[in-house]
Structures are given as C-alpha cells and as structure tokens.
C-alpha cells in the first residue's frame, strides 16, 4: 500500500509541475518539469536537514524498498522504449557509422576516461575509493539523455543528420552502457579487480546481441498483432505489453533489457507505424509514449531528492561535485574527438559539430537510475551526490543553453 501512495504522489507532482512550468516558466516541457523537480528535491534536502523528523516515512519508504528492481526494472525501460519509437530508420541508416562508433567506442572511451580522472581526483582529494567503483560511475554517467533537448534542435534548425546522431548515438550507448555499468558493478559487488577480457567480452557479446535479437523480434510480432486489428486503444495496450512482458523476458534470458527495450521501440516505430496502424493510431501511440517519458522523468528526479535524505551531509560533496562536472565533460570530448579523429568516416566532424555533440550529450534519467541502483556498501552516497551535481549542470546549464548553441550560423549537414 505504501508503494501505491509513493506512485500517486508522484504522478501528483507530476501534474503540477507540468502546469507550474506551462503557466510560468514556459520551457520544453521535459526540460521545464525537470527544474521543477530539481528544485523540489534541493527544497526536500534542505527542509530534510532542518526538520529531521518531517520526511520520516519517505525515508523509511526509500531505506526499504528494492529500487534496483523498480528503476532498472521498470522506469528505464519505459525511458528508453519510449525514446526509440520516434527515431526513424532512414536517418538512423545514414548515420549508421556515427551511431555504432559512438554508442560503442566512445562508451568504452567515456567510462575508463572518467573512471580513471575521479579516481586521482579522489586520491588527490585523500579520499580512498577503489578504481572499480570509479569504473562503475564511469559507466552510469556515460550514456546521454538527449530526449531533452531534441524539441531545441528542431526549434534552433539544427541539421537533421546532426539531430540522428545525437539521438542514436543516445539510444544505444544507453543499452550499452547499461551492460557495462551491471558488469562493472558485478565486479565491485565481488570485490575482484581482476578483468579478464575474455570473459566480460563473452558476457558483453551475449547480453547485447541477445538482448538487441529478443527486441527486433519482440517488436515484429507486436506490429504483426497490430497489423491484423484497427483499433488505437488495443494497439497502445500491445506496445506497453512489449515493454512490460519484454523486460520480464529480458531477465529470465539473461540478456540486456535496455537494448531489448531499444529494438523492440525501433521496430514498431518503424514497421509498426508503416505497415501496421492507423494514422489516428500512430498519433495516440506517439503522445501515450511522450506522455510517460515526461511523467518517469519526473518522478525519477523526485526519486532521487528522497534519496539525498538519507546521505548524512551533502554539503561535504560540492567540490567533488563540481569537479565531476568538469570530468565527466572533458571524457565526453575525448569519446567524441578521438574517434572522429582515428576513424575514417564518411565526411569528418567539423569543430562546431564536435562542440554540439559534446554539449548536447545531457545526462538525465538513466545516470539517475543507474546511481539509484548501486549497492550502499560500494559508496553509494558519493556516487549519486556526483551524479546529481552533473544530472543539474546538465539539465539546466547545458539543456537551456544548447539552443542557442545549435541556432548559431555554421552548422553545417555532416
């Protein structure tokens, strides 16, 4: 019963938060809701810390419940099935070779850059944290969250081929960096620093490829069930079923959820929507999933305000805080620098884009529910006080900026 009255005040402030935003702040809608809720959770903190006894329940409620399972289990599947329906197969096709490398190479590059910088930055800082949990944070602060700020892009005429790749590239280095974050984390749980390739290869092949095969499959049957019926109620039903049965699969196999998650979004919101629905159909798919991508959005930055309640002084982490900010932004420019530098693309990045991609790459929902999700005993409070100090630079300084960024003349189609 506590789980359903925690979900109901939530979806609450949800709906208040959206028209405080629309009434007054007058932002992108997700973007809008999420300062709201950032600003709620640093009111949550505060008044935590004033009157220690007023949160008493919620604190208890986050102590208790098994957030690995409802935010790894639940939102992030919803976050990125509801991601992927809108990206289209054509634009994704002709972006192929910047997707792939950047949601594969540059994870890898992202994770051991920033995992290994927080690492001397802590030892420098005297604060004795091993290399695998650095690793670890490497992995949950590397996959973006451009779904944000794709509204500015298109407003600030941003090119269509550079608008793909953020997007992609944002989808599927979250699949992928989920795997990477549940190895690394594996690993931490073990307490084993010993890495054997081969092994984390094999286990990396298996979950991705698995997990990618189960979601095209998934998402061809579904649009299959849709093809044979007209009726937008039942055809909506079909694709949160996917999510939902999808995940459940996903974990009795062994293999990623999130790339299944991905697959499946991409089939039906390509061959589903082609071949398979209504015009009306289409329109009532798209706003159900823009609808929930807003509301998980929300609720996952409430979450993680209560979850601040019970870190005993947050103020002990502004320095490393801020200066994760700037590590996390500097890996992000290698990831993206190096291999456009290394790798023969088609047509090289010019600066601007570069600059753009970097920028444009916001941490959001799944940092949020990855640092949720890390067990107490490997320093959780540290790890998700840095990840909300980024998850805000990013949301608010970067997100509200990237507009005017992209609306500057020079940008050209790459």
């Not at 269509?160 to 594996?186: C, H, P, R, Y």
């Not at 390739?197 to 095209?216: D, I, N, P």
């Not at 502004?318 to 190096?338: E, H, K, Y």
Request: glycine share 8%.
């Amino acid at each position: 019963m506590e789980l359903y009255y925690t979900f109901s005040i939530l979806i609450v402030f949800s709906a208040i938060f959206a028209y405080l935003n629309l009434r007054f702040l007058k932002l992108p809608s997700t973007i809008g809701i999420m300062i709201i809720a950032l600003v709620a959770s640093l009111i949550l903190v505060t008044m935590g810390r004033t009157f220690p006894h007023l949160f008493d329940n919620a604190t208890k409620f986050i102590a208790g419940v098994d957030l690995e399972e409802i935010l790894m289990g639940a939102m992030l599947n919803f976050l990125l099935f509801a991601g992927a329906i809108h990206i289209r197969m054509d634009d994704l096709r002709e972006q192929r070779r910047y997707v792939i490398v950047f949601s594969t190479i540059s994870v890898l590059i992202s994770t051991v850059a920033v995992g290994g910088m927080l690492y001397f930055v802590l030892q420098w800082l005297h604060m004795e944290i091993p290399l695998i949990q650095c690793l670890v944070f490497g992995a949950l602060i590397s996959p973006t969250d451009p779904i944000a700020v794709l509204s500015i892009l298109k407003q600030a005429g941003v090119p269509k081929s550079l608008e793909t790749k953020i997007a992609g590239e944002s989808l599927f280095n979250d699949g992928v960096a989920v795997v990477v974050f549940l190895t690394l984390l594996q690993l931490a749980r073990e307490s084993s620093t010993e890495f054997s390739l081969s092994h984390v290869s094999v286990l990396l092949l298996k979950e991705a490829l698995g997990g990618f095969a189960v979601g095209v499959l998934l998402g061809y049957t579904a649009s299959l069930a849709m093809k044979k019926i007209d009726n937008y109620k039942v055809e909506v039903l079909i694709s949160l079923a996917v999510v939902t049965g999808g995940h459940l699969l996903a974990k009795a196999m062994h293999i990623s959820g999130p790339l299944t998650m991905v697959a499946a979004g991409i089939v039906i919101g390509n061959y589903g929507k082609t071949h398979a629905m209504s015009a009306t159909t289409q329109d009532y798919l798209d706003k159900f999933w823009e609808l929930t991508d807003e509301i998980m959005n929300a609720c996952l930055f409430l979450l993680i305000g209560l979850e601040l309640l019970l870190i005993p002084d947050l103020g002990r982490y502004w320095l490393i805080g801020f200066l994760g900010i700037a590590i996390v932004l500097l890996a992000r420019f290698l990831s993206i620098r190096i291999p456009s530098l290394i790798i023969p693309f088609r047509e090289r990045l010019d600066r601007r884009s570069v600059v753009i991609l970097v920028w444009g790459g916001l941490r959001g929902g799944v940092s949020v529910a990855l640092a949720l999700s890390i067990d107490e005993h490997l320093n959780k409070p540290l790890l998700v006080a840095i990840t909300y100090f980024v998850v805000v630079f990013s949301i608010i300084v970067q997100g509200l900026t990237i507009g005017k960024l992209t609306g500057a003349k020079g940008v050209r189609e790459c």
